[in-house]
């Protein structure tokens, strides 16, 4: 199953003019900007997935996606970059829109907004590509295996992933590895002319060692003694060595994520995503008194998601957390800047301090 194509296929004409008009270019743009792109974030997803802990992680992501019609909306956008960040890191996704905003000649804005709208997007083709079957981390771990050589011939021409922080250029890889076999079989097919090159000498002496032996029958006339056979040099074609492409080595065994883990896993992403929304909308004490209600939300929401956690085996405890581990940093420093705001601290902080206080349970 060729990943890429999948993908591709399930991104329709109508889709690419919505996106075109979301980026605002033209659809030819948007079109070769896809191109880019897929590949791109299937390379950078599985390097995410070899990562200890990042198939799991990326499980989570894959139980919340919505329809292929609602992936072209604001939220889906907005709930799309909250994704890559969680799965890839804020330095990764930073390199790649840099890179790929210089390549398809279009500004940080619609670049950050085309991957925020195809995160979903790549991610429900990962996910159709098990055909109802219920993923885990090592049929996930395989199946962008099976893929690495489509996704790196994928990425156009010109475009090298290797500079972006996390990455591996992939494609360089496989050309590289394409480029030796050649080389190897030319030099092969070099010695074996080099080896069969003598016979054009010795040909040429064996007519002349015949002329002579009859020139010196006719002049003695003596009884015709039958000349002694000459043995046909044996001639030895060398073998040309067999070319062996890499194998994939084998993938470990990872225990499987509970069906629970993986729901909470996205509830959690997407309550991050919210939660960083509302706190960045406060910019003063009118802000925060209008923002109370939905952090006061948040918190009871993350209440219930704690009762849950408690609930789950280690392995299904251990894939939530590095997702709470991933966003509690950001979280955190966005708390402390609102807090200095003159008449905002006194108003947030009893609930700030309750959410911040929950999250730590979870961690210890």
Known sequence: MNLVDLIKSQITPDMIGKLAGQLGTSETQAKSA??????????????????????????????????????????????????????????????????LSKFLGLGGDPTTKLLGYLAPMVLGGVMSSFKGKTPDAAGLTNLFAENKSAIANAIPSGLSLANIPGFTNASEAVRSTATTATRNVGRAAETATDAASPLKYLLPLLGLAAVLGGLWWVFNQAPAVPAPAVKAPVVVTPRVPEVTMPTVPAIPNVPAIPAEALKLGTDLTGWFTSLTGSLGGITDAATAEAALPKLKDAASQLESAKSVFDTLPAPGKSSVLSIITSNLGGLKDLIAKIASIPGVGGLVKPITDSILNTLTAMGS
């Open 34 to 99: 896809v191109g880019a792109a897929v590949p791109t974030l299937l390379s950078a997803l599985a390097g995410s997935a070899s990562q200890a802990g990042g198939a799991q992680k990326m499980l989570s992501a894959l139980s919340g996606l919505g329809s292929m019609g609602d992936m072209l909306s604001g939220a889906s956008a907005d709930k799309g970059s909250g994704l890559l960040s969680s799965l890839l890191g804020g330095g990764t996704v930073s390199g790649i829109v840099s890179l």
